[in-house]
């Protein structure tokens, strides 16, 4: 029954593991606090882009799940803390002893079922906000104009302010607008044979200009911004169609949002798996400590040598051993033979 | 008659001494704080010189960055003081600068204080220096090819749109100023000349607006042309319409923005003067009660610890005195030179 990954841990290394597990202990409580403003940063720049994703995006759960993760990797971290401290000073320890077996157990159940968790979720989502950023700018860009239809009257603000701050026009660039009726019906004059001629030339009845809103302008343009007519060669001086039109936003708002979530989510990925790293080292850090102390029955002074391990005997001798004492809690009032056979049973097994 | 007179026993003194010792290193961290908020006031001027036509007045950051360095650098030393303060050797050492010490220490308190109310006071100079740079900025919106002025209507531009604000008051500044440069107009429509003609300085003047003034909440695509001209647009009056275009200036924008700013520094100076007070009275009494102790070998013995050693009257006395006694010391010492240098002659 060998001890399984065994090591010799006389005082001296005893006490530079302890010293080593109190820094990395406090690293990884960093990590985990830089997770969690990591994550409740995007998840408050989701908030304001919620509308320009499609409802049935998963994207957000990354965020609300690396929350938890970084949660659970601060708490590690600060029992790593205490626990190191503990263990070069006999009089803290005790209280440790009873405690530090199942917080183990919880810290790599929890603590590394939820990182992993997480980290598979920074891999595989971003590639899903492709398609749900073009299903929601369609939807944000068609309801430009309904200022006043219930549901849909922030719409034309959003946009806007979307365009303004992150410097885009359009979905992939300045001429969606003209496919899309962005201006209201309220304000379009029936009498005006220009309207009535563009809405009679227009299969579904919509209103379409060669004109973009006002947010789409670029203030480094040094022209007073052109807004309309943008296909007419003659409408305004000194314009070219044809060339790249440096008055306007040249980026779509697609490309730039999916940049910008994309980046969010590979820092948080990244922050993850430097987490993890630390977590998992820690976690054996403080099994081995535990270990070692516990053969020199947690008496902490003593100059002795002895082994840490990870687990006392194999995979296959643990689940037996499991096995057997939770067969000896499910029997009845225990009688005179079979209590005398398990125990013998139990003592074979362990030696 | 001792001023607030305080009796004082070893273990008193040696908390005070502690206590001063732990609020010291924390004033080091308010030191630090002002300090930041004085570089970050400086950054935030910086930025918008171009609209203050560079001549704003960086008294108040400078001030505060200078405070908050002078606040670490005596903090840290008075903190040194009392960690000495409980071992009577090296208190001995620092024995005869403490006086002069605790003189200077006032006098930081009295500048900490006047600079904390310098930041709510120096509004007033900030106004016309914003009114002035934002007419000049308005002015030269349209220089865009001009070396020297070619980013103003970039800066103007995204001033607005950061602060919400249109035009110096108002958006009918816009009205009374070119702002679209000759180089896009096209002089040969008639709509053009009629306007440059009927204007006395030939200057192209419509009732429009950059397009920066636009505020996203309208509920209709934003109005940036003929804005008086209720005719020229569907559905519109502009004397009730009031989402079109931001209605604020950016004068007044600006200068809430900036009073903000120095009000809440204002308040947190005014906060750590307070604590530094409570420490210099701190050590004033440490600094009695140290004294008190007659015997240097009964380090244990009790001391009583004051303020001022006699009454407020009194101790303006004796400081008129000295003052007095100082002159008069010159003055005899130059009668002596005379009548040394007299029989000399003589």
Aim: hydrophobic share 40%.
């Amino acid at each position: 029954m060998a001890p399984v990954l065994p090591l010799v841990l006389p005082l001296q290394p005893r006490i530079r593991l302890a010293q080593g597990l109190w820094l990395l202990s406090w690293l990884l409580a960093l990590a985990g606090g830089v997770i969690l403003l990591c994550s409740g940063h995007l998840l408050v720049q989701l908030r304001h882009l919620g509308t320009f994703l499609a409802p049935s995006c998963q994207f957000p759960v990354l965020p609300q799940a690396a929350l938890a993760a970084g949660a659970v990797a601060l708490g590690t971290g600060l029992v790593g803390v205490g626990a190191s401290r503990a263990s070069l000073n006999a009089a803290l320890y005790p209280p440790w002893r009873g405690v530090l077996g199942p917080l183990l157990v919880a810290g790599t159940a929890g603590g590394g079922g939820l990182l992993v968790v997480a980290l598979g979720l920074a891999l595989a989502l971003p590639g899903s906000l492709d398609e749900a950023l073009e299903e929601g700018l369609v939807t944000a860009l068609a309801h430009y104009k309904d200022t006043e239809v219930p549901g849909h009257c922030q719409a034309k603000r959003l946009v806007d302010e979307l365009q303004l701050r992150y410097h885009c026009c359009g979905r992939h660039g300045y001429k969606d607008w003209f496919g899309v009726q962005w201006v209201s019906s309220r304000y379009l004059d029936p009498g005006d044979r220009d309207v009535a001629d563009r809405i009679q030339s227009n299969v579904e009845g919509l209103y379409l200009t060669d004109g973009v809103p006002f947010s789409c302008c670029n203030p480094h343009s040094p022209r007073p911004c052109l807004q309309n007519r943008l296909s007419d060669s003659y409408a305004h001086p000194l314009f070219d169609p044809r060339q790249p039109n440096q008055n306007l936003w040249a980026q779509g708002c697609h490309e730039v949002l999916l940049e910008h979530l994309q980046d969010l989510a590979g820092t948080l990925g990244s922050m993850l798996a430097v987490t993890f790293l630390l977590q998992a080292l820690v976690l054996l850090g403080l099994r081995y400590l535990q270990t070692a102390l516990e053969g020199l029955g947690g008496v902490i002074d003593a100059g002795g040598e002895t082994q840490g391990y990870l687990f006392p005997s194999g995979l296959k001798d643990m689940l037996k051993t499991a096995w057997l004492q939770g067969g000896v809690a499910c029997r009845p009032a225990p009688e005179e033979a079979p209590p005398a056979e398990a125990p013998p049973k139990e003592d074979l097994s362990e030696a | 008659m001792a001023l607030l007179k305080v009796k004082f026993d070893q273990k008193k003194r040696v908390k005070l001494a502690q206590g001063l010792w732990l609020m010291n290193w924390f004033s080091v961290l308010a030191g630090i704080i002002i300090f930041s908020l004085g570089l970050f006031l400086k950054i935030e001027l910086r930025k918008r010189s171009d609209v203050m036509n560079n001549s704003e007045s960086h008294f108040v950051p400078n001030s505060l960055i200078g405070m908050g360095v002078l606040s670490c650098v005596f903090n840290s030393l008075a903190g040194k003081i009392c960690y000495d303060a409980l071992d009577p050797a090296k208190y001995a050492r620092w024995k005869p600068w403490l006086k002069p010490y605790l003189a200077i220490c006032v006098l930081f308190n009295i500048i900490l204080f006047l600079v904390a109310l310098c930041c709510f006071l120096l509004r007033g100079s900030l106004e016309n220096t914003l009114g002035q740079g934002l007419k000049n900025g308005m002015k030269y919106y349209r220089d865009t090819d001009t070396p020297g002025r070619c980013f103003m209507k970039k800066t103007i531009d995204m001033l607005q749109i950061e602060f919400k604000c249109c035009g110096n008051n108002g958006f009918r500044d816009w009205f009374e100023i070119q702002w679209i440069s000759n180089r896009y107009l096209d002089f040969s429509s008639k709509e053009v000349k009629d306007r440059i003609k009927s204007n006395v300085d030939g200057r192209y003047l419509v009732d429009g607006v950059p397009f920066s003034c636009c505020n996203p909440s309208s509920p209709r695509p934003c109005i940036q042309y003929q804005i008086t001209n209720n005719s020229a647009h569907y559905s519109y009056d502009h004397q009730t319409e009031e989402l079109n275009l931001w209605v604020r200036g950016c004068r007044a924008a600006l200068l809430s923005y900036y009073s903000s700013l120095m009000n809440s520094m204002g308040v947190v100076t005014l906060l750590i003067w307070l604590f530094e007070v409570t420490i210099t009275i701190g050590l004033r009494y440490l600094q009695t009660s140290l004294d008190g102790v007659s015997n240097p070998e009964e380090s244990e013995s009790d001391s009583e610890g004051w303020l001022l050693e006699k009454s407020v009257p009194e101790t303006w006395k004796a400081f008129l005195e000295s003052v007095k006694k100082l002159g008069k010391g010159n003055q005899v010492e130059a009668e002596g030179a005379d009548a040394g240098q007299a029989p000399e002659a003589g």
